[in-house]
């Protein structure tokens, strides 16, 4: 099946590569693109990340083994030539169908912890991010058809987990003792973490699948109900230079919790 033409270089390691990953499978199986070219926001520093999705293995080990192996092979050669490409990521279409079902029924909605994120893995933002290279049958555009309609179980969820935590902080007088203190690994760590509660807020509120680790404020952007002048405010927030803005780091931060937290109040 012929795919659709891709921005160089993905176009040309998608020729490379996918004869080679077709054969890694029996059964159902997809192929896509996620990351930046997935997002089609990629530029001259992103790397390629391949998607696989299958039913089975093909139970031939040796076959299997050196079907790997060729493609281990192949991914070196394009790092060679300056082409960093991020594996493929095979994983079995019935695992993701029941980690899906489990975050947007409400029954398991937080992240995956996984090492390449900061904020942990997002399974319903890589899905929706997917570009299809080649889907058969119609795996990956099925999942995308039901993360079409943003559950209200799993934006409550993230609304209410988020915004009790930059509350909580919002009010904490440990908090106000660390900036008192010029405590820099604490007010740095804590400052990450409210700006990143209340984006998932912000993210939640518009019914939008949280981004990833990238690219937040280009999306946050775009949205209809945020705080006026939300997104150069954070900015403002995490680019403190000495620890005697703590105080006015700290007074921002309590400033951007009490706007959100009214939006939600205010979008109820």
């Known amino acids: 099946m012929p795919h659709d033409p ?10 490379d590569l996918l004869p080679l990953i077709r054969q890694l499978f029996c059964g159902k199986y997809a192929i896509a693109v996620a990351g930046s070219y997935g997002k089609k926001r990629n530029d001259g520093m992103s790397d390629i990340d391949l998607r696989a999705y299958y039913e089975d293995w093909i139970p031939d080990i040796d076959r299997l083994t050196s079907l790997r192996q060729t493609i281990d092979l192949h ?19 019935s695992d993701i169908d029941g980690r899906l079902q489990s975050i947007l ?27 299809i290279i080649e889907d058969p049958f119609a795996i990956v555009s099925e ?74 404020l280009n999306y946050i952007a775009r949205f209809h109900l945020i705080p006026p002048g939300f997104c150069s405010e ?16 700290r007074e921002r931060l309590c400033r951007l919790i009490d706007s959100v937290e009214h939006l939600v109040k205010s979008s109820r």
Do not use: M
Request: one cysteine or more; hydrophobic letters at 35%.
């Open 105 to 131: 029924d409400g029954s398991s909605p937080d992240p995956d912890p996984c090492i390449w994120t900061i904020w942990g893995y997002h399974l319903p933002t890589d899905l929706a991010n997917n570009t």
């Open 234 to 249: 954070l900015e403002t927030v995490l680019l403190v230079g000495s620890p005697e803005q703590y105080p006015e780091q």
């Open 6 to 15: 891709f921005p160089e270089p993905l176009n040309r390691i998608i020729d």
């Open 143 to 216: 999942w995308q058809r039901q993360l079409q309609t943003y559950p209200d179980k799993l934006r409550n969820h993230i609304i209410k987990k988020h915004l009790d935590s930059a509350l909580y902080w919002r009010h904490d007088y440990h908090y106000q003792n660390k900036v008192a203190r010029q405590d820099t690994l604490f007010c740095a760590g804590l400052a990450s973490l409210l700006v990143h509660n209340l984006v998932q807020v912000v993210f939640a509120l518009n019914r939008v699948y949280y981004s990833g680790d990238g690219w937040n």
């Open 75 to 93: 991914i070196k050669d394009w790092r060679r030539q300056g082409i960093e490409i991020d594996g493929y990521w095979p994983r079995r279409i």
